[in-house]
T-cell receptor, first 116, second 115 residues
């Protein structure tokens, strides 16, 4: 069964450093998302991406964040200057959003980001 | 403010019984409501979706109801098994054509099924 993959599974970085989290969505999906989950908290939407541009972003997704689809398979989230409060599990998700009448999102296993 | 509440942080039931989880929301008008399962350290896994014009949806041992008047969804697992132990997340999708599937999640209910 096709699945969303994410690398790395765990990233430790120092405050102020840049990190890039990588995702490979399901191949025939067209809609991509990033969510984050701070330990013990709810899953929170960051950004959605379609047709090579951002569709919607939350108030969390400030100028320190950016997303890119550099090629036909990868989808990346970059945090330019990490803060302690960026420590969280970051989930990538993809959806075919209506093709075949399905709206569910398929989540990857997550990248645990620890900022020290 | 917008809020999604799931009935309790933890629910413990005996194997074979029916687990009922509640999701209440305020100040949303979701087009879809979805339920996901999340195991520790893993990503959410889609279980069921119900549309605003549907009252009930079933899939194997799972059943979800959606009452847009009460602003509530109930999620049932019948004949529960220890393998059903996980955190169950309610997620609202307010897609109206201008947003593309942004999900608003509740904090989840941690279900433990004991033998």
């Amino acid at each position: 069964e096709p699945e969303v993959t994410q690398t790395p599974s765990h990233q430790v970085t120092q405050m102020g450093q840049e990190v890039i989290l990588r995702c490979v969505p399901i191949s025939n999906h067209l809609y991509f998302y990033w969510y984050r989950q701070i330990l013990g908290q709810k899953v929170e939407f960051l950004v959605s991406f379609y047709n090579n541009e951002i569709s919607e972003k939350s108030e969390i997704f400030d100028d320190q964040f950016s997303v890119e689809r550099p090629d036909g398979s990868n989808f990346t989230l970059k945090i330019r200057s990490t803060k302690l409060e960026d420590s969280a599990m970051y989930f990538c998700a993809s959806s075919d959003f209506g093709q075949g009448n399905s709206y569910e999102q398929y989540f990857g296993p997550g990248t645990r980001l620890t900022v020290t | 403010s917008q809020k999604i509440e799931q009935n309790s942080e933890a629910l413990n039931i005996q194997e074979g019984k029916t687990a009922t989880l509640t999701c209440n929301y305020t100040n949303y008008s979701p087009a879809y409501l979805q339920w996901y399962r999340q195991d520790p350290g893993r990503g959410p896994v889609f279980l069921l979706l119900i549309r605003e014009n549907e009252k009930e949806k079933r899939k194997e041992r799972l059943k979800v109801t959606f009452d847009t008047t009460l602003k509530q969804s109930l999620f049932h697992i019948t004949a529960s098994q220890p393998a059903d132990s996980a955190t169950y997340l309610c997620a609202l999708d307010i897609y109206r054509g201008s947003t593309l599937g942004r999900l608003y999640f509740g904090r989840g209910t941690q279900l433990t099924v004991w033998p």
